[in-house]
């Protein structure tokens, strides 16, 4: 009886090990960009023990990207939530993807905001012509912001190494 207690506890544990973090550690339903210094709790320089301690292991890793990037979808197959970009095992880009609902700046900027909001809350900044979107570069001591907008709307937020392509 002893033994069979034993082992429901461990099983009952294991499985509450494997679900929690899961739900504890995904890329925000409601993130957070705070320009220069992290987006939904991610941060340049962070190792990938780290990004996976922050939004989970729950993750698909891009086949066809020059860097090793992993994608942080709400649902499978379905592009919105996050990403990140590994330079040296190290987050080196964070952004987010297809306007994912609920993300927001530090100073309460959202995505879906009129472009024109962007520029009067940031003031000018340099725009970088991407694929099929623009960038809207805040530059800062070691990192840059990226406001990312499409058809005058604000469409996502990205974090990259100063100097570097804001484009994802």
């Known amino acids: 009886m002893m033994q069979h207690r034993a082992r429901l506890c461990a099983a009952v544990a294991a499985t509450a090990a ?3 973090p899961a739900a504890a550690a995904a890329p925000p339903e409601a993130g957070v960009l705070a320009p220069g210094t992290s987006l939904g709790g991610v941060r340049l320089g962070m190792t990938k023990a780290d990004v996976r301690r922050t939004w989970g292991s729950s993750y698909g890793r891009c086949r066809d990207c020059d860097r090793e990037t992993w ?3 709400y649902r ?8 990140v970009v590994f330079e040296r095992g190290r987050v080196d880009q964070a952004f ?11 100073r309460g900027l959202v995505l879906g905001a009129a472009e024109a909001e962007v520029t009067r809350l940031y003031g000018p900044l340099e725009r970088r012509e991407c694929a099929g979107y623009a960038a809207l570069v805040l530059p800062a001591a070691k990192a840059s912001t990226a406001f990312y907008v499409h058809e005058g709307e604000l469409w996502g937020f990205g974090l990259t190494r100063r100097g570097e392509s804001p484009c994802v």
């Open 18 to 20: 494997l679900l929690t």
């Open 76 to 83: 499978p197959f379905t592009a919105q939530g996050a990403g």
């Open 96 to 106: 987010t993807v297809w306007r994912p609902e609920g993300w927001r700046t530090a």
């Open 71 to 73: 994608y942080f979808n």
